[in-house]
């Protein structure tokens, strides 16, 4: 199956300190990768090169075919805003806007009519277990519900690929596993590839592939 995502011997340095070193990496679509490593390891680094938002110092990151060092920042922007979702470890809600208002905002964004983005975000959030807190301010949910917001957020526009950031990292376990198992069924059922970066075993049992990431090489480990 041809990747939907691919690295080729990419390179990040700041300064003389080389974060990523060497990396080649594919994605297919539809797969929920995990990149483990402990904090420092690079691995952080190495998901902001594969989602376009930092340029590698050598080397190559391909999206759909396209390397994206290729793509004007107006072209990238689009390709982050249409084609790519994301989750951070603590949300990152905004918290002006109410729960429904934020899960529709990359709908919004790409030019969908507020009725239209808020039923289509209404939906996701519903088989989310958040359909009675639509309207409420994200400042008056918890960080469990939280989280399933972003979750909504970054799947709502059925994107090709998730990159994810130490997704449940700020919740307890019990909120942690409900949140993750929400999380891939609804991608797995989109077809929407995953990259989920965490320092968390149990979290990266769940992928279908699985990497490690130390001083900034990255290698794969077997699925058993």
Known sequence: MKAILR???VELCYGSHRAVSGVDFALSPGEVCAIMGSSGSGKSSLLHCLAGIVAPTRGEVSFDGVPLQRLGDDELSTVRRERFGFVFQYGELLPELTVVENAALPLRLAG??????HEEAGKILDRLGLAEL???RTSQISGGQ???VAVARALVHRPDVVFADEPTG????????AVLEEFLALARSQGTAV????HDASVA??????YTMADGA?????VV
């Open 7 to 9: 690295a080729t011997r």
């Open 112 to 117: 969908r009519r507020k009725g239209q983005a």
């Open 134 to 136: 639509r309207q409420r």
């Open 146 to 148: 939280s989280q399933r």
């Open 170 to 177: 700020a919740l307890d376990s019990a909120n942690a596993d």
């Open 195 to 198: 990259i989920m970066v965490t």
């Open 205 to 210: 049992a769940r992928a279908d592939s699985r």
């Open 218 to 222: 990255l290698a794969r480990r077997a």
